[in-house]
């Protein structure tokens, strides 16, 4: 079955850091990516939608300028928290689907914890 | 996409049928139903969809009312490794690669 592989899966790191999630698609071509954000005991919640090779589109709340998105090949697509602060601690989980209509499969999730 | 209702948490007996309802009363002609569920602290696992026939994989049973308001997973014989959150959405299957908006789910907790 399709697999989506997140990588790192789990990163402590100082405040004002600045970090980069991968999001990759291994045996398939992965048209549109999503990238989500959960809480503990919440449900999953859309960040942005991503279109290979197109500008990223954000939910309302969710500030682009922060959470820099690259979708710039039809396997990779990037999520980079700039200038992380404790409240940005959180699971980060990126899907991907292609272009054959198939479910959406996940990655495995980054749990971010910023000092 | 058409709003979901689940039960918040269940119980099942390990080795016993685990059947999760979800009520969608307001699912378009051109809905699919979805089932996804997420064991703690991994990402969603895709379970299952179906369109208005019932459905079967290697994973679980998929039953649709006629009137498609509703429908029911099942885990035919639950195992200890299938308590987790369990996500019932609906929406378009289409090419645009729409988005799945989560509610908060069904939390199956299978017991020995």
Redesign the interface.
């Given at each position: 079955g399709a697999v989506?592989s997140?990588h790192p899966s789990w990163v402590i790191c100082k405040s004002g850091t600045s970090v980069k999630i991968e999001c990759r698609s291994l045996d398939f071509q992965a048209?549109?990516m999503?990238w989500?954000r959960q809480f503990p005991k919440q449900?999953?919640?859309?960040m942005a939608?991503s279109?290979e090779g197109s500008k990223a589109t954000y939910e309302q709340g969710v500030e682009k300028d922060k959470f820099l998105i690259n979708h710039a090949s039809l396997t990779l697509s990037t999520l980079t928290v700039t200038s992380a602060h404790p409240e940005d601690s959180s699971?980060y989980?990126?899907?991907a689907?292609g272009?054959d209509?198939q479910?959406?499969?996940?990655?495995?999730?980054t749990?971010l914890s910023i000092l | 996409d058409a709003k979901t209702t689940q039960p918040p948490s269940m119980d099942c007996a390990e080795g016993r049928a685990a059947n999760l309802p979800c009520n969608h009363s307001t699912i378009s002609g051109n809905e699919y139903v979805?089932w996804?569920r997420?064991i703690h602290?991994?990402?969603?696992?895709?379970i299952i969809?179906g369109l208005k026939n019932n459905e079967t994989n290697e994973m679980a049973s998929l039953i649709i009312t006629e009137d498609r308001k509703s429908s029911t997973l099942i885990l035919p014989h639950a195992t200890l490794r299938d308590t987790a959150v369990y996500?019932c959405i609906v929406r378009v299957?289409?090419?645009?690669?729409n988005?799945?908006?989560?509610?908060?789910?069904t939390r199956l907790m299978v017991k020995p």
């Open positions: 989506v997140q048209t549109t999503f989500y449900s999953l919640m859309l939608t279109n699971f989980i990126c899907s689907t272009r209509r479910p959406q499969h996940f990655g495995d999730g749990r | 979805y996804y997420q602290s991994q990402g969603p696992q895709y969809h996500y299957l289409n090419n645009a690669g988005m799945l908006t989560f509610g908060g789910g």
